[in-house]
């Protein structure tokens, strides 16, 4: 099993509606969770960062954490053709153990 | 200059070349990464820096050798490189060790 798992991609979805990005992870150590959007031959970029269970909502992006499920997720509302790059999960404990997903790609449709 | 910058750009070098790929970073972040990106393959965390000391290493090859004389800059040292060892080498700052990185632009790497 992988540290880290996200949804197998591609996703692809029309313009306007939700795309959602699913990550588990596999140490109960974890305590930070960030979301990174990496656009091909680009750097990946931070998006998002949670740490306590709940939602996070930052304008068209949510994330949401279970600690209990090992379970954190992006929704990404009214999406747009600019949304369309790979989406990365990043996992981290605080002894500096920090893993990535292989990242879900994501195609947003005119 | 502001965030993560990285040189060259873009190398290639034969496999008998040394060669160093240099990394700064002017956030006051106190730690610093290596990582490789191989086509279609996810981020493999290469070397972790604190505070200038190396704390993970993650079973890479000792064709590369990480420096990090201060906080501020980070060097990867390659020699006898591999055809394989071609990829995206991204250097990340963080504030610590469980916050959010920030990554450079890369450096594309091929080996001849």
């Known amino acids: 099993q992988k540290e880290v798992e996200q949804n197998s991609g591609p996703l692809s979805v029309p313009e306007g509606a939700i795309a959602s990005l699913n990550c588990t992870y596999s140490?109960?150590?974890?305590?930070?969770f960030f979301w990174y959007r990496q656009y091909s031959g680009k750097s990946p970029e931070l998006i998002m960062f949670?740490?306590?269970?709940g939602d996070k909502e930052d304008g068209r992006f949510t994330a949401q954490l279970n600690k209990a499920s090992q379970y954190v997720s992006l929704l990404i509302r009214d999406s747009q053709p600019s949304d369309s790059a790979t989406y990365l999960c990043?996992?981290?404990?605080?002894?500096?153990?920090?893993?990535f997903g292989d990242g879900t790609t994501l195609t947003v449709k005119p | 200059e502001t965030g993560v910058t990285q040189t060259p750009r873009h190398l290639v070098m034969g496999m008998t070349n040394k060669k160093s790929l240099k990394c700064e970073q002017h956030?006051?972040?106190?730690?610093m990464y290596w990582y490789k990106q191989s086509a279609k393959k996810p981020l493999e965390l290469m070397f972790v820096?604190?505070?200038?000391?190396?704390?993970e290493n993650n079973s890479v090859p000792s064709r590369f050798s990480p420096e990090c004389p201060n906080s501020s800059h980070l060097f990867l040292h390659l020699h006898t490189l591999q055809p394989e060892d071609s990829a995206l080498y991204l250097c990340?700052?963080?504030?610590?060790?469980?916050?959010?990185?920030?990554f450079g632009q890369g450096t594309r790497l091929t080996v001849v």
């Open positions: 990340a700052s963080s504030q610590d060790y469980s916050t959010e990185a920030f």
């Open positions: 140490d109960r150590g974890s305590q930070s």
């Open positions: 949670i740490y306590s269970n």
């Open positions: 990043a996992v981290s404990t605080n002894a500096g153990k920090s893993t």
């Open positions: 956030l006051g972040h106190n730690a």
């Open positions: 820096y604190s505070l200038e000391e190396r704390v």
